[in-house]
């Protein structure tokens, strides 16, 4: 479907510009059939050097004000209707052609010192026009361009993302026999220990989902929650009953699918940036709502500062934006801070 859009595209673009070739090529003899040529040779203003500086100034000026009205200005009003564009598109291109078509009248006079004729100031409203449409249809076709540069622009940065995913994966890849053999000796260790046994049963876990969640894009909520589960038992054997975790999702959505760790990261984003203490422990609420994921929590910020790199929610949104082809929602409202995960 994709191509055949771009091949139709491809052929009103020829066709349109096929078209103005052609009515360009006739229009001399347009003009010599309803008599026109002899009628503007004898009624033409005298040809002098500021006759032409005017002229060609004038036209250079028409030239790129519509280039950039069709190729860069239209990114203002591009998230509009069609229908609405072409209205906008019209009514700027119509007023563009009077007011140069004034501009040029006006400093014709001045500058020239020759006042231009009814039939001078008809013939170039018609050239200006014919201007603006050659020019129009010039920009849609360089648009066009921009478009298609800007896709293998997207295209070479994920085929780089790919290729540094890979690479990063086979760096995690290394020897993780090493740390679950660490963890195994651990655990004979302190055997009697049935807290420290589940935690590092936890641990163990967590680590072998993160490395699997490497070699898949998306995975089941119903998986995502299971490893939040084990990541919240690491967080309480820590912080014990000052902080609440509080899940409520639908059973239907527990086959929808998400990147992994996504949950996880709001989770520890929370945890890392409010205050966690006996006078105000900390609350977080996961639900789904809506054909959403929200978690939030109230806003109490530590009064120590806190290492960041500020990359968490930007990569979790670059991460939805490329394989859901959504966005992330991001409220901070009324002392409550909620971030929205697009399921379907």
């Known amino acids: 479907m994709y191509r055949s859009l771009k091949k139709e595209i491809s052929n009103s673009i020829i066709l349109k510009i096929s078209a103005i070739i052609s009515g360009l090529i006739s229009i001399p003899r347009i003009l010599t059939l309803f008599d026109i040529t002899e009628k503007i040779t004898d009624s033409y203003t005298d040809v002098n050097i500021n006759d032409i500086i005017v002229r060609f100034i004038s036209l250079f000026l028409l030239c790129i004000l519509s280039f ?11 998230h509009y209707s069609i229908s609405y564009r072409n209205g906008i598109t019209f009514l700027l291109n119509s007023f563009l052609l009077l007011a140069m078509v004034q501009l040029f009248v006006i400093s014709y006079n001045n500058i020239v010192g020759q006042k231009l004729t009814e039939s001078e100031i008809g013939l170039t409203y018609f050239v200006y026009f014919v201007i603006l449409i050659i020019t129009f249809f010039i920009s849609r076709v360089l648009r066009y361009q921009i478009i298609h540069q800007q896709d293998l622009l997207e295209k070479q940065q994920l085929k ?9 994966a086979l760096k995690n890849q290394i020897n993780p026999h090493f740390l679950f053999n660490s963890l195994n000796t651990l655990k004979s260790i302190v055997q009697e220990n049935e807290q420290a046994d589940t ?16 070699i898949s894009d998306l995975v089941t909520i119903e998986e995502e929650l299971k490893f939040l589960n084990s990541y919240i038992h690491l967080l309480q054997t820590r912080y014990r009953n000052r902080l609440e975790i509080y ?3 639908e059973d239907n959505y527990l086959n929808k699918k998400i990147p992994p760790l996504s949950i996880q990261l709001l989770v520890e984003n929370a945890v890392k940036h409010n205050e966690i203490s006996e006078q105000h422990p900390l609350h977080i609420y996961v639900f789904s709502k809506e054909e959403k994921i929200q978690v ?25 934006q490329l394989l859901k082809n959504k966005s992330i929602s991001i409220q901070s409202k009324d002392e409550m801070f909620s971030v929205k995960l697009p399921i379907n």
């Open 68 to 78: 950039y009205l069709n190729t860069r200005w239209k990114i203002i009003y591009s």
């Open 160 to 168: 780089q993302q790919s290729l540094e995913s890979e690479l990063s």
């Open 199 to 214: 935690f590092i049963n936890k641990l163990s876990y967590m680590y072998r989902y993160i490395l699997q969640s490497g």
């Open 247 to 249: 899940i409520n999702i």
């Open 296 to 320: 939030e929590n109230k806003i109490r910020p530590r009064k120590e500062l806190v290492e960041s790199t500020g990359n968490g929610l930007i990569n979790i949104n670059k991460r939805f």
